[in-house]
T-cell receptor, first 115, second 113 residues
């Protein structure tokens, strides 16, 4: 199994630019999560989807952040416009529906630096 | 709402020594408990999980954890640490199988030769 695939792995962008992070969950998983990791705040859940539908987006920090899941195999997290304080590692994760229970499998992260 | 506390931000142990990483949770009922490990530049990998049954659970890489309801704890242990165990360890809790995880702040483990 290929695991959760995220792109880009690293991105450096200028303040004000749009950033799009991409995620391909593990095939057959029906829940998808976006987490952000910073030194100050640790791991924070931004949003999660069940069956492509956003269930809880209360962790999305501002209107500058948006996430979509147009189909079961793809999701995006967009930041527009980006700011230096958005610099973090963004993890996508997925979870199977059945006997895997609540085990969440993480991608390797997208390391974002906004200058 | 559930919460997780990992009291130790950093721990340093000598290679071959035993290890215990502490985790305390707050939740009214029996939670679902997890330990994840994050190596530098990598994502999080599940070490082990507790849902029910035997309170001592075995995981990968020689790790184990014990659920103690009376202490609201789920400490991670390893009898003999290897240099490759140096990483950051996260404890996490979920209210039920369908709920999302709440992570602790993590404990960074360093291993001395």
């Amino acid at each position: 199994d290929a695991g959760v695939i995220q792109s880009p792995r690293h991105e450096v962008t200028e303040m004000g630019q749009e950033v799009t992070l991409r995620c391909k969950p593990i095939s057959g998983h029906n829940s998808l999560f976006w987490y952000r990791q910073t030194m100050m705040r640790g791991l924070e859940l931004l949003i999660y989807f069940n069956n492509n539908v956003p269930i809880d987006d209360s962790g999305m920090p501002e209107d500058r952040f948006s996430a979509k899941m147009p189909n079961a195999s793809f999701s995006t997290l967009k930041i527009q416009p980006s700011e230096p304080r958005d610099s973090a590692v963004y993890f996508c994760a997925s979870r199977p529906q059945a006997s895997g229970g609540n085990t969440i499998y993480f991608g390797e992260g997208s390391w974002l630096t906004v200058v | 709402a559930q919460s997780v506390t990992q009291p130790d931000i950093h721990i340093t142990v000598s290679e071959g020594a035993s290890l215990e990483l502490r985790c305390n949770y707050s939740y009214g009922a029996t939670p679902y408990l997890f330990w994840y490990v994050q190596s530098p530049g990598q994502g999080l990998q599940l070490l082990l999980k507790y849902f029910s049954g035997d309170t001592l659970v075995q995981g990968i890489k020689g790790f184990e954890a014990e659920f103690k309801r009376s202490q609201s704890s789920f400490n991670l242990r390893k009898p003999s640490v290897h240099w490759s165990d140096a990483a950051e360890y996260f404890c996490a809790v979920a209210a039920n199988a369908g709920n999302m995880l709440t992570f602790g702040g993590g404990t960074r483990l360093m291993v001395k030769p």
